[in-house]
């Protein structure tokens, strides 16, 4: 666990005079490839990482829900009985929601005291938000008594972003943050939701993430325009393949090949990076079972290549940091993870290169930029669970 419970003891009895009695985590995550495939109904690989969101609660005997955040130094108060989308306060709608989606489901939720303390950089593409969803169902599970099956909590996390939230995201980060397991990738099929731990080799090879710290040009806009466009092409592709299409994960990449030249040329653009990405995650985790970790790195180098050119999401920041990270000798493959236009690369990095690698980019990137990035040394960690036994 990345947070100190006890300092988050400590705030919690500052701010509400009174102990938690209930506390979990949920970590943020980093995919390692597939990425804009999960709102496809596609392929992808990503780890948990030990960076968490932890949340302590208290009951209360009303229905009211008091919730202040650490990182944001912001207090909020949410009735039970009057849950509304508040504009002014995007990141209330994140807790607000989650607790609508559960009454919605039945979960009959209590007044509480809820305390939000983590170290997932904000904005920074590790997923705070998803982490965020997911500490708060478990939370209420906690402190109400019922469980939600790790599928159906990320399920209903999703929900809250598409409904609530109005944002056409996956389910990758709600259900990574849930059911990652320490020392493996989440091989995760989007669709279905069916799921396997895929060992990765950390003994040798570490998960370095670098963060341009750039001020996210990230609009829900631009993600929902991404979104857009790919619906477009799995029309056009059914069209000229003569079968209904669902989704562009419904297309290989030799039928893709075989009509790409009849679409719309930026329909083709964003369908290409989709349909390719699709391919490159399913070899991806068969390097990982072999252990063939230069084929992993090839597919990684690929994946970045196609988000900057064909999915355009990448921006200049995010491909130095890449260049960078390459340009050592043990870096064996580095990209772009998230949403993109600002946030995080990661990069797989033999373990005796981990140094000269962390060196180069923070000294290249801030000669050129002026900006000294972030640069974390991630861990694989588990998904969320309830460390209520660790309050003291």
């Not at 419970?5 to 979990?24: C, M, W």
């Not at 060992?199 to 990230?218: G, M, Q």
Request: aromatic letters at 6%; one cysteine or more.
């Amino acid at each position: 666990m990345s947070i100190n419970l006890g300092e988050a003891q400590e705030l919690f009895i500052d701010t509400y005079r009174t102990k938690p009695k209930r506390a979990v985590v949920a970590p943020g995550r980093v995919n390692l490839i597939g990425e804009h495939t999960d709102y496809n109904d596609g392929f992808v690989l990503p780890i948990a990482v030990d960076r968490e969101t932890a949340v302590l609660a208290s009951p209360r005997n009303d229905g009211r829900v008091l919730v202040y955040s650490k990182n944001l130094e912001r207090r909020a108060t949410i009735e039970l009985d009057t849950i509304r989308f508040r504009p002014s306060e995007p990141w209330v709608n994140y807790i607000s929601g989650v607790m609508l989606e559960l009454q919605r489901a039945g979960h009959e939720l209590r007044g509480a005291h809820l305390l939000v303390y983590g170290d997932v950089p904000l904005g920074g593409g590790l997923s705070s938000s998803g982490s965020l969803e997911v500490a708060i169902v478990s939370i209420f599970e906690s402190l109400c008594g019922f469980t939600l099956p790790g599928p159906e909590a990320a399920r209903l996390c999703r929900r809250v972003e598409n409904g609530f939230l109005e944002l056409q995201s996956g389910i990758m980060d709600q259900f990574t943050s849930r059911m990652a397991k320490r020392g493996c990738a989440l091989f995760l099929d989007c669709r279905t939701h069916e799921f396997q731990h895929v060992p990765v080799p950390v003994a040798r090879y570490k998960v370095l993430v670098c963060d341009t710290r750039v001020e996210r040009k990230l609009t829900d806009s631009k993600y929902n325009e991404r979104v857009s466009e790919c619906k477009r092409g799995a029309d056009e592709l059914g069209k000229l393949l003569g079968r209904t299409i669902a989704a562009l994960r419904d297309v290989t990449y030799e039928e893709f090949q075989s009509v790409e030249e009849k679409m719309s040329p930026v329909v083709r653009k964003r369908s290409r990076h989709i349909v390719s990405e699709n391919d490159r995650v399913l070899k991806a985790v068969g390097s990982l079972k072999e252990g063939n970790l230069d084929q992993f790195g090839s597919l990684m180098n690929q994946s970045h290549e196609s988000l900057r050119t064909d999915y355009e999401v990448s921006c200049p920041e995010l491909d130095l940091l890449v260049e960078l990270a390459r340009s050592v000798k043990g870096t064996v493959g580095s990209r772009m993870t998230g949403a993109g236009f600002g946030g995080c690369t990661v990069s797989i990095v033999d373990e005796r290169s981990v140094e000269n690698v962390s060196e180069k980019v923070r000294q290249g990137y801030t000669e050129k930029t002026g900006i000294e990035p972030g640069i974390i040394l991630c861990e694989l960690a588990d998904g969320a669970h309830d460390v209520s036994d660790s309050l003291s």
